[in-house]
């Protein structure tokens, strides 16, 4: 790997600078983390498996126009993105009640929403993520309204195609979280989806059987997160081949 400066170490991604100016090259690790990183592992195959889902799912949605900051994918674990600021909120979906939800309201889990229901947590891990109203993100001036109510139907837009993508396969889509980038076009700013789309980020239940094939076989311990998530992968038609040994994190000075 050619040597380059390393901008951003995350908990299952890196951030290095990319090869022309306005792109970043995020390298996917076989890290996982839970509860805040206090559960930690590393787990083969990860990082390839959630390289190749997140490209498939931000692939399509550029092809229905929702715009995103995937460029390419380089290899087994790396892919070439729109560099972007954050907008510091995890934005989520739910369709079904699960986790946090299903905790702070007694909602059973998997039990379906009226609607989808959008909300936001503040990104501080310090703080432990904490849900925030509307109302505090405009008036702390993280978002204005309008980027609010486009964040929304951006969100919204993801959610009807990942849950049509995953109904195709045979999958429920619970929830799932994305992020928000910001990029500047001459004197307009545009919203992106950002980060990574994959089962870190989503709740994907199987439709007959209710099995987890996302990242709450790790938070559980319900049984191989590899496995899980090569079969969400399989049933897509993108499963790489070996991920287990694709190459391994390179220290980059
Ligand atoms: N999620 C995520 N990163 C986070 C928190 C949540 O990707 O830091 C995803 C999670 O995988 C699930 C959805 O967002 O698909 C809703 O998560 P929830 O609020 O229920 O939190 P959790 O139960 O994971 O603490």
């Known amino acids: ?18 090869p022309e100016p306005g792109t970043l ?3 996917f690790k ?43 994918r380089l290899n087994m674990r790396e892919q070439l993105i729109r560099s972007c600021e954050i907008v510091p909120l995890e934005v989520i979906v739910r369709n079904y009640a699960a986790g946090s939800m299903s905790k702070r309201m007694g909602i059973e889990e998997g039990t379906q929403l009226p609607r989808p229901i959008v909300e936001f947590s503040y990104k501080d891990d310090a703080l432990g993520d904490p849900l925030v109203p509307e ?18 139907s951006l969100a ?6 990942m849950s049509g993508v995953m109904y195709g396969v045979g999958i429920k889509l619970i929830d799932f ?9 001459g004197d307009f700013m545009r ?11 989503c709740r994907l239940w199987d439709i007959k059987t209710g099995e987890k094939l996302d990242k709450d076989v790790f938070r559980r311990d319900l049984g191989s997160l590899t496995d899980a998530y090569t079969e969400v992968a399989r049933r897509l ?13 390179t220290i980059v000075h």
Do not use: C
């Open 1 to 18: 790997m050619a040597r380059r400066k390393k901008i951003y170490e995350g908990k299952a991604k890196d951030l290095f600078e990319g």
């Open 25 to 27: 090259v995020q390298y």
């Open 30 to 72: 076989d890290d996982a983390t839970a509860f805040n990183a206090e559960k930690h592992d590393t787990i083969d195959g990860k990082g390839a498996l959630n390289n190749i889902l997140s490209e498939y799912f931000m692939n399509g949605l550029t092809q229905i126009g929702v715009p995103n900051h995937f460029i390419k």
């Open 135 to 152: 109302e505090y993100i405009i008036a702390l001036n993280w978002a204005s309204q309008q980027d609010l109510d486009d964040i929304i």
């Open 156 to 161: 919204l837009r993801v959610n009807d195609f």
């Open 177 to 185: 979280k994305i992020e928000i980038g910001r990029v500047w076009e």
């Open 191 to 201: 919203l992106i989806v950002a980060d990574e789309i994959s089962p870190d980020s």
């Open 237 to 249: 038609g993108v499963l790489p081949g070996n991920v287990a040994n694709a190459p391994k994190p």
